[in-house]
């Protein structure tokens, strides 16, 4: 079965400004625009990605403040949805909706992003940057599993515990939405999931990076939602008794 799921505005009005006159007339004249949802299954599985300290920064502060410390950090922007998906996260939970966390590996397993280990690594120690961020610590049955590649797919169980477990939908979390989120989107939607991307829920250090990632992501391979939409979601399959 496939669950319709109706576009936010809210979206759209983001990723408008990032357009240009050009592709806002290929969009108009071509069938190849996207027309309508493309719909979740009736089996979901959430998929947080990178919600820890070197994303974010400790303390919190506005990301030109933050990389002075944490060069990886994305900031106030990051800090303030990570709030918002503590509640989100719970709201699975309580639907019966299973949650994995995703974060990197210590770069002594491998590495990557191509720039210089320098350039990545916090000045600042605090807390173990490869931490999950205590606002939105996993729960009791919950996965935490370790990534060595941008895509939460690349050399992981991820897909023997979806197929495992009968799901057939992913709704992804986290950030870098440009970065991790968006390669495993394509992932999943290349192994023949149905994806939502929660976009009020995922985040990137640059605006014209998040905005057109979703964009891109809502146009071929995922439906971009908000988090209540995606709520809804999980409590009517609840309700279906199919979660």
């Known amino acids: 079965m496939t669950v319709p799921i109706t576009a936010d505005a809210v979206f759209e009005d983001g990723w408008a400004p990032y357009l240009t006159e050009r592709d806002r007339a290929v969009l108009a004249a071509t069938s ?33 403040e933050s990389v002075a410390d944490w060069p990886s950090s994305c900031g106030a922007a990051g800090w303030e949805v990570v ?23 210590p770069p002594d397993y491998g590495r990557w992003n191509r720039k210089p280990a320098p350039a990545l690594q916090p000045k600042a120690r605090a807390v173990n940057g490869n931490d999950i961020v205590a606002e939105v610590a996993p729960a009791a049955g919950d996965l935490v599993l370790e990534k060595i590649g941008p895509s939460c797919f690349f050399e992981t169980p991820l897909d023997t515990i979806l197929r495992a477990g ?47 990632s979703l964009f891109d992501l809502n146009q071929k391979y995922a439906d971009v939602l908000t988090a209540e939409a995606a709520v809804e979601y999980f409590q009517a399959e609840t309700r279906r008794g199919v979660a």
Not at 45 to 57: K, N, R
């Open 32 to 64: 190849w625009a996207k027309q309508v949802p493309f719909g979740l299954g009736s089996r979901p599985f959430v998929v947080a990605v990178d919600l820890y300290y070197t994303a974010l920064g400790l303390p919190r502060a506005d990301i030109l």
């Open 83 to 105: 709030d918002r998906t503590a509640p989100f996260l719970q709201a699975a939970r309580d639907a019966g909706v299973r949650v994995a966390y995703f974060h990197a590996t």
């Open 166 to 212: 009968g799901h057939d939908t992913l709704l992804v979390v986290g950030e870098a939405t440009s970065g991790c989120v968006r390669s495993t989107v394509v992932d999943a939607c290349s192994r023949g999931y149905r994806v939502g991307v929660v976009g009020d829920l995922c985040f990137d250090r640059f605006e014209s990076s998040h905005w057109l």
